[in-house]
């Protein structure tokens, strides 16, 4: 899919790693590990693709600004994990699981903070930065919202639409603006791949929370109706809560806190009853070629291809 | 102590609480929970102080980096309360207490993320942002470090000393160094503030540590001897493991992760009946020495006097 910046992407785990990297090996570990844990580099590579459609597209000028952006979401991982209790992620264990609590919320403090040192030395100017800390600020802001919010259906789908798009798609539409303004783009390009960035985001979002009702244990490595057992409403379950004969005996398992595994199955059985999946399905494809729609004029052919493969892959997902 | 300051202070206020301001009401709630529930005011304090003392001192300029540090250090007292479990702070709820450890992870990236927006448009250039962003990094390092090596007590006085800096130190003077930088002090000057905020740091520590060996709960509303229990050691225990004739009793109780409070009692009573906690207090009347010959000499009398007076305070702490 990335073919057009498979180099950058060789290069920049060197950035990564390097960015980890300190005196302590104690600290050197921990970020190595993070780091070499894997992660599809999907924001770092949107950003490197936008520069690379700009007409001052500078590899060493854009390189610290990805790293800066997967540091990001590492760190808001590494603590994730931590409020999630995830033992492991990406088939590796945890900073929480390896080490502990406390080395786990202290290392993505320390990997927020490289991020930011990152960007610091590059003199990026103020949009930059402003963007990459109200980026951490939204994500943090819409966490806290979710959490205070479990298990109170909302029935509401623009809820849940508001929900995804501070989870997922202002980060995929940071890392577009801020790689296509790097990259010397006019003001209108920045914001045709800032709505780019946006709708491929509420489709990956849309598309990570459909795969939640339909997949199996033996195909995740975790049991299906995660969300739901969470107490987090997605698209499929408030469809379900519309359409569904069983709408009321649904509504009343996703708002139990006590909910136990057998009301989650009988939950997901409902909503596997109804069209819902397919409604979630039909509104990604609608975002995605929305996404297509918005990709400016003027984009070099070999990138246009790359930002609508990116399109095409998150549309065809099913991992 | 801070007359000269005294209109500066309150209006940092307004500017934290508009800092930790959302949309969301329970995100306001909860930042503004943080910012009333007090503080010294410390690091602000000192920003402002240092800024005042330079030909360009701007008070517009300055506030938002004056709230950057104060905000950073409330970030890094939300995640320290998670860590150690702690109820109370300055005698308000904590975060994870009030709401719970996911709010309290999650609303301390909000706050360091609000800090470095606040400094992103500004654009006080380079210098600045990586001084701020390489606190952050070096407090998380240090805790990291600390969190790795405790019950492994060394005997080595460096290790102290290198902890203490990365602790508090580092933090105060970044806080001097880069108000000076603000207000327009040549390099010399900027250093030579710098100097004096790393002394008054170590000070203030080295009396934080002391204070733990000597106070009784009544006094603080925790027992004495924490650290202790929480297998960190200070100066004067240190200095007890080299001269106590029960040398070898502290050392086997302090790597002791099973301690009981019985152990951690007698562990007091050994370090108390030594000379640990004056050799502690001289050592850090020797750092305000060196901070107050560090000031610069062409700081304007009133300036000076309140640095003089912060060094002074240090001295005769016992809260």
């Not at 849940?160 to 790689?179: H, N, P, Q, S, V």
């Not at 995660?226 to 698209?235: A, F, K, S, Y």
């Amino acid at each position: 899919m990335f073919d057009v910046i498979k180099g950058d992407l060789a290069q920049l785990e060197e950035h990564l790693l390097q960015a980890v990297t300190a005196p302590e090996p104690d600290i050197t570990e921990i970020g190595s590990h993070l780091i070499t844990s894997g992660g599809k580099r999907i924001r770092p590579a949107l950003c490197l693709l936008a520069a690379h459609g700009g007409p001052k597209f500078e590899l060493a000028r854009v390189m610290p600004l990805a790293a800066a952006l997967e540091l990001i979401h590492t760190a808001s991982l590494v603590h994730d994990d931590v409020i999630d209790a995830a033992d492991t992620r990406r088939g590796a264990a945890t900073v929480n699981a390896r080490w502990n609590n406390q080395v786990a919320i202290l290392s993505g403090d320390f990997v927020f903070a490289r991020a930011f040192a990152m960007v610091a030395e590059q003199g990026y100017g103020k949009s930059v930065l402003k963007g990459l800390a109200d980026l951490v600020g939204n994500l943090s802001i819409g966490e806290i919202i979710q959490d205070r919010n479990v298990y109170k259906a909302s029935r509401d789908v623009a809820d849940y639409y508001a929900r995804i798009k501070k989870k997922t798609a202002d980060f995929l539409e940071t890392c577009c603006a801020l790689g296509a303004e790097v990259g010397g783009m006019t003001q209108e390009e920045v914001a045709r791949l800032a709505d780019y960035g946006h709708a491929i985001g509420m489709a990956f979002q849309i598309t990570d929370d459909l795969l939640d009702i339909l997949e199996t244990e033996e195909q995740t490595g975790k049991p299906a109706g995660n969300d739901i057992r969470q107490g987090i409403l997605t698209l499929p379950v408030i469809r379900a809560m519309e359409v569904s004969p069983d709408a009321e005996e649904l509504a009343s398992i996703v708002t139990n806190p006590e909910m136990t595994p057998e009301m989650a199955e009988r939950a997901l059985a409902i909503v596997r009853a109804t069209d819902g999946v397919d409604v979630a399905r039909d509104k990604a494809d609608e975002y995605l070629a929305t996404a297509k729609a918005s990709l400016p004029a003027a984009l070099p052919s070999d990138i246009r291809e790359a930002f609508e493969l990116v399109a095409d892959f998150i549309g065809e997902r099913n991992f």
